[in-house]
């Protein structure tokens, strides 16, 4: 059953567990080929970016207006900016486990002095 976006996104907001699978089926392409456009180098990050993506739709769906974008558009949106969360996450951890590996050398260079 095809629907538009403005009737998608109303059974979305009604809890309809049945217009998320429709949005897997209509829009998961798009959600997996933004994640992956910012989390190439990133794979283990990619399923739980998507299934955020997923989440954020579900949860968000009143903030959805027909009349300002496509729902195309806005979950690609929402695509987007999950996964440059993502991705500064990532950075972040990566830089706090090097500041941890050049403290814990520092420490063993003193040590030794």
């Known amino acids: ?14 809890g309809e567990e049945r217009a998320m699978e429709e949005v897997v089926e209509l829009y998961g392409g798009l959600i997996k080929a933004v994640v992956h456009k910012h989390l ?3 794979e283990a990050y990619q399923e739980d970016c998507i299934n ?3 989440f954020a739709v579900w949860k968000n769906i009143r903030h959805y207006n027909p009349s300002k974008n496509s729902l195309k558009n806005w979950i690609g949106a929402i695509s987007k900016y999950k996964s440059i969360d993502y991705k500064r996450k990532y950075y972040m ?4 486990k090097e500041a941890d ?3 814990a050398a520092d420490g063993r260079v003193e040590d030794r002095l």
Do not use: Q
């Not at 951890?93 to 706090?96: F, G, S, V, W």
């Open 1 to 14: 059953m095809a629907s538009t976006d403005k009737e998608l996104a109303a059974r979305i907001a009604a």
């Open 40 to 42: 190439a180098a990133f």
């Open 52 to 54: 955020d993506v997923l």
């Open 93 to 96: 951890e990566l830089d706090r």
């Open 101 to 103: 590996e050049t403290v």
